[in-house]
């Protein structure tokens, strides 16, 4: 019997045209791949919210979600995961900097060169023809 997919919340923070973007660490897996700040959701708590509190854990920015871009399912090596790419954006405008704990501005133009995981290609795709 299939397990149970694990919900993920991650949060697309766009600012200027640009989406906060790190790099997978050694330890984890698909290490070294293109990330957005994101992680699994605790119990009882939303996608949404799940996206905001890992994005502000993970980068130092405090994050607005704006809408969900988009919601998918996806089987990896390691596990069956259900994807929640939430847009959002700073919280404030005054405390974006040009890196946040490793995670840096990149164009949206550029976005579709990184190696993201297999999961993310149709939010990318979205985010390339918005």
């Not at 397990?3 to 045209?17: K, L, M, R, S, Y």
């Not at 929640?84 to 490793?102: E, K, L, T």
């Amino acid at each position: 019997m299939p397990t149970a997919a694990i919900p993920i919340g991650i949060a697309v923070v766009e600012n200027d045209g640009r989406y906060l973007v790190g790099v997978r660490g050694p330890n984890s897996p698909l290490a070294g791949l293109a990330e957005f700040p994101g992680g699994k959701c605790q119990t009882g708590e939303t996608p949404q919210d799940c996206a905001v509190r890992e994005c502000l854990e993970e980068t130092g920015l405090a994050v607005v979600s704006r809408r969900l871009l988009l919601n998918r399912q996806f089987e990896y090596e390691h596990g069956r995961v259900d994807l929640y790419f939430w847009i959002c954006r700073p919280a404030d405008g005054n405390s974006v900097a040009a890196d946040h704990r490793g995670f840096r501005w990149v164009p949206a133009s550029l976005l579709a060169s990184l190696n993201f995981p297999a999961g993310n290609a149709p939010a990318i795709s979205l985010l390339t023809t918005e």
